[in-house]
Each structure stands twice: as structure tokens, then as C-alpha cells.
């Protein structure tokens, strides 16, 4: 599942690549993938791209937007005819081989990141008046492209009960978040109704920063460690982006050709079961389940009970 810093990239890259677009056609392939009057968006500008915690945003002129989630296993592949690879964070833009056309892709990698499209998993194409083609594919079918108003927007219960992000508040507010859950803290990290775009890699990763085990009761931690909390997840959210998110264990078969971000290389404990801790202090990496989440963590420098 796509997190904060892999939605952020893909945000950054369309948002160059899409802004002044028209949108000429929309084909649905799959009923439930696409919602609301795409006949709305037909011959509308694009005049920016947004992200709301995971969601990406789509804003058309006429109060209009494309709001698209990508749950399990949603993906955009942006096929452009450009000469030039608008590449900017992870070089996640490539040149096809043999075709001059460029590829932006974002979302769950898989194959269809670099296959021939339209795929089996294709559920909606979106194309440009440029020529241009955007590939909504997903092969779970969890996730969803939704035509909708500001307003419409704004009271979508994904929207409405979005929490903030962590660098939107301060240590106090964020103490305040946690400090009454009765509750594992990684899964309050992750309940997007508290705060959001916290996935798995990067609340596991985070809490190995500030040396938090991950079932520790929220009640019991201090000011002081919340405040490091959100250092720490500011800290792997902002590595995540900046090296443009991560391509994770699903697709480490594929030959991606180059595209995808690289914070895999860069994991403190996600993915790292058996591995030494990074701290070199004699821990071995545990895995153990938590809201029937992998979870991993450091048993020496992440202690349970404090
Ligand atoms: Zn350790």
C-alpha cells in the first residue's frame, strides 16, 4: 500500500506534468473504480494536484476534482509523448525503451508499471489533449477515482475525518492526540482519524528512531517521548520523500527498469526480521504482529515496559 511519501512523489511529478492539460476522454473499464459524472470533467483544465493525507487530489477549473485513493493496490501510469524525462524525486519518470515516450508511475509498483497498458488490471484510462494517457489500474479493486466538488470534497467521510499530519502540529497538540488512547501506540500512529499519513514502513521505522516498542500503551508515554516521536516520524516521512518513496517487498521480483523510489535501501527496521539493529547494539530485529500488521522492531533498544 502506497504511503505519505510515495503519494507525495507521485503529487510532485503529475503536478508538472498535468497542470494545463485538458482532459479529453475518460474510459471506464471497471464500473466501481470510477465514481460520480466523469462527463463533468470532459474538456476541463487541470490546474493543480493535491495530496489529503493518502488521497491525491486532481483540481479541475469549474470547482471540479479528481479525488483518487489507491488503497491496496491503485496505480497511475502517466504514458506522455515528451522528449524529456520530467524526473525531480526518485527518479520514478523514465524513457521507455525503443519508445519515445515517457512514463510517470506512482502507487503500488507492479508489473504494469513498465508492461504493455492497457492491462487486465486497467480499471479507467483518462486521456490528455496533449495526447497524453493516464492509467488508473488496480488488480484488488479496493481503490477508486471520484468525480467530485469542493464541497463534495470537504464532506467526504475520508476527508472530514482525515487527521492532521504530523508536521502540521506541535509537540504539544501531538501529545494531546495520543496521550488518551488506550491502545498500541504504533496502531494510534496509524489510525488516520488521529493524525495522518502514517503508514507501516514509516511507523515502524519511526518508533525504532525514537526508540519506542511498538505495542507500548499510548497512555504511557511521556511528553519528552512524543516529542520524539514526532521528530522521528517527521524525520523517515521527509527521507521517504526525499528519496522518493518506497518500492517495496510485493514488487522486488520485477525488473522496474529504473523506476520506483529508493527508501527501501534505507529501512531501520521494516523488512529487516533477523537483520542487526542499524544501532549496532546487539538487538536482532523481531517481527511480531499488530493490528494484523507485520511489526517490526528492535527488542534491546525498544523496550516494552517502561
Ligand atoms: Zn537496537
Given at each position: 500500500?502506497?504511503?505519505?511519501?510515495?503519494?507525495?512523489?507521485?503529487?510532485?511529478?503529475?503536478?508538472?506534468?498535468?497542470?494545463?492539460?485538458?482532459?479529453?476522454?475518460?474510459?471506464?473499464?471497471?464500473?466501481?473504480?470510477?465514481?460520480?459524472?466523469?462527463?463533468?470533467?470532459?474538456?476541463?483544465?487541470?490546474?493543480?494536484?493535491?495530496?489529503?493525507?493518502?488521497?491525491?487530489?486532481?483540481?479541475?477549473?469549474?470547482?471540479?476534482?479528481?479525488?483518487?485513493?489507491?488503497?491496496?493496490?491503485?496505480?497511475?501510469?502517466?504514458?506522455?509523448?515528451?522528449?524529456?524525462?520530467?524526473?525531480?524525486?526518485?527518479?520514478?519518470?523514465?524513457?521507455?525503451?525503443?519508445?519515445?515516450?515517457?512514463?510517470?508511475?506512482?502507487?503500488?509498483?507492479?508489473?504494469?508499471?513498465?508492461?504493455?497498458?492497457?492491462?487486465?488490471?486497467t480499471r479507467a484510462i483518462f486521456k490528455l489533449q496533449s495526447g497524453a494517457k493516464m492509467y488508473f489500474n488496480d488488480q484488488r479493486i479496493f481503490g477508486w477515482v471520484r468525480v467530485v466538488s469542493?464541497?463534495?470534497?470537504?464532506?467526504?467521510?475520508?476527508?472530514?475525518?482525515?487527521?492532521?499530519?504530523?508536521?502540521?502540529?506541535?509537540?504539544?497538540?501531538?501529545?494531546?492526540?495520543?496521550?488518551?488512547?488506550?491502545?498500541?501506540?504504533?496502531?494510534?500512529?496509524?489510525?488516520?482519524?488521529?493524525?495522518?499519513?502514517?503508514?507501516?514502513?514509516?511507523?515502524?521505522?519511526?518508533?525504532?528512531?525514537?526508540?519506542?516498542?511498538?505495542?507500548?500503551?499510548?497512555?504511557?508515554?511521556?511528553?519528552?517521548?512524543?516529542?520524539?516521536?514526532?521528530?522521528?516520524?517527521?524525520?523517515?516521512?521527509?527521507?521517504?520523500?526525499?528519496?522518493?518513496?518506497?518500492?517495496?517487498?510485493?514488487?522486488?521480483?520485477?525488473?522496474?527498469?529504473?523506476?520506483?523510489?529508493?527508501?527501501?535501501?534505507?529501512?531501520?527496521?521494516?523488512?529487516?526480521?533477523?537483520?542487526?539493529?542499524?544501532?549496532?547494539?546487539?538487538?536482532?530485529?523481531?517481527?511480531?504482529?499488530?493490528?494484523?500488521?507485520?511489526?517490526?522492531?528492535?527488542?534491546?533498544c525498544q523496550i516494552r515496559d517502561k
Amino acid at each position: 500500500m502506497p504511503e505519505l511519501p510515495e503519494i507525495e512523489t507521485i503529487k510532485l511529478q503529475l503536478e508538472e506534468k498535468l497542470t494545463g492539460e485538458r482532459i479529453s476522454a475518460i474510459e471506464t473499464l471497471h464500473k466501481k473504480s470510477v465514481q460520480g459524472d466523469t462527463r463533468q470533467v470532459i474538456g476541463k483544465k487541470i490546474i493543480g494536484v493535491r495530496r489529503l493525507g493518502k488521497m491525491l487530489v486532481i483540481n479541475l477549473e469549474n470547482d471540479l476534482h479528481l479525488a483518487i485513493h489507491f488503497k491496496m493496490s491503485g496505480q497511475l501510469v502517466l504514458v506522455s509523448s515528451d522528449k524529456k524525462p520530467a524526473s525531480r524525486q526518485g527518479g520514478q519518470a523514465t524513457r521507455i525503451k525503443n519508445r519515445e515516450k515517457i512514463r510517470i508511475v506512482g502507487g503500488h509498483p507492479s508489473g504494469d508499471w513498465t508492461g504493455k497498458l492497457p492491462s487486465k488490471h486497467t480499471r479507467a484510462i483518462f486521456k490528455l489533449q496533449s495526447g497524453a494517457k493516464m492509467y488508473f489500474n488496480d488488480q484488488r479493486i479496493f481503490g477508486w477515482v471520484r468525480v467530485v466538488s469542493s464541497l463534495q470534497l470537504a464532506e467526504d467521510s475520508f476527508v472530514k475525518n482525515l487527521g492532521p499530519e504530523p508536521w502540521n502540529i506541535t509537540d504539544d497538540q501531538f501529545y494531546e492526540l495520543i496521550r488518551k488512547r488506550k491502545k498500541a501506540i504504533k496502531l494510534v500512529i496509524m489510525d488516520q482519524t488521529v493524525i495522518s499519513g502514517i503508514g507501516n514502513i514509516y511507523a515502524n521505522d519511526g518508533l525504532w528512531e525514537a526508540r519506542i516498542h511498538p505495542g507500548r500503551n499510548a497512555q504511557s508515554l511521556a511528553s519528552q517521548e512524543a516529542k520524539l516521536l514526532r521528530a522521528s516520524l517527521i524525520k523517515v516521512l521527509r527521507e521517504g520523500i526525499r528519496y522518493g518513496g518506497a518500492t517495496t517487498s510485493d514488487a522486488k521480483y520485477i525488473n522496474l527498469d529504473g523506476l520506483g523510489g529508493h527508501y527501501q535501501e534505507h529501512f531501520r527496521t521494516y523488512d529487516r526480521e533477523g537483520k542487526k539493529c542499524l544501532r549496532s547494539d546487539g538487538g536482532v530485529i523481531k517481527k511480531i504482529t499488530l493490528g494484523s500488521r507485520g511489526t517490526y522492531f528492535c527488542p534491546k533498544c525498544q523496550i516494552r515496559d517502561k
